[in-house]
């Protein structure tokens, strides 16, 4: 049996990874997202789309502040001595994902779907398109 989890970890360790990493980033993102929108905003169950542009920037911001060292040492190990090139193509990548946390909160606010639903089902697709990002630009074994 041992040997078993054994042969599974080494087979699916960055994805585990990845996940517990994702959601330690998740939860510290989050929590400065609705700090920002209690502080700033009273806490608005259907935010208007200045509140939502405001919101994504912090999710955002504390996301990818969080993210880069985290993934850079547990998730894909890197040796890459210029860690500065690194990160700027990581902000690079994770752009394209605020861009469509931005769109997906847009659009479910003009549906009139809350903010708690529309913060998960952003952060499903968030989350996915970072780990495919991260895997084939930024952190690519060579």
Request: aromatic share 12%.
């Amino acid at each position: 049996m041992i040997e078993k989890i054994k042969e599974l970890w080494k087979k699916y360790e960055e994805i585990i990874v990845y996940l517990i990493v994702g959601g330690i980033t998740t939860v510290i993102s989050w929590t400065v997202m609705f700090l920002v929108s209690y502080l700033a905003f009273g806490n608005p169950l259907h935010p208007t789309a200045a509140q939502n542009l405001v919101l994504s920037t912090a999710n955002w911001t504390a996301g990818v502040a969080s993210a880069y060292p985290m993934n850079r040492i547990w998730v894909f190990k890197s040796k890459e001595a210029n860690w500065v090139k690194e990160a700027i193509k990581f902000v690079g990548s994770r752009i394209s994902t605020y861009v469509l946390d931005l769109v997906v909160r847009q659009i479910f606010g003009l549906l009139g779907v809350n903010v708690y639903v529309t913060t998960v089902v952003s952060a499903i697709l968030v989350i996915v398109g970072n780990y495919v990002l991260s895997k084939l630009l930024v952190f690519r074994k060579k």
